[in-house]
């Protein structure tokens, strides 16, 4: 081919690598978005599931003193 028709063909080429790019960037950041806010949600479920438990017995109902106190 021709310089011109070759560079033509680079120029369309790189076009197409471009976008394929930015879909898969747009893509990755979409996924990680959506991980992002799982991982968080999990977190928060966590932290309050641990901020809700309490013991199976309090010391006082067991006959001990609480070393709290």
Known sequence: PSPEA???H????????EA???RNEAVFYEQY???EAQRKAQKEA????AATRSPAF?????G??????
Request: hydrophobic share 40%; glycine share 6%; proline share 3%.
């Open 58 to 62: 309090t010391y006082s109902e067991l």
């Open 64 to 69: 001990l003193d609480d070393p709290g106190e």
């Open 6 to 8: 070759w560079q033509e």
């Open 33 to 35: 978005g959506v991980f």
């Open 46 to 49: 966590r932290a309050a599931a």
């Open 20 to 22: 394929i790019m930015d």
């Open 10 to 17: 680079r120029r369309v080429d790189r076009l197409e690598y």
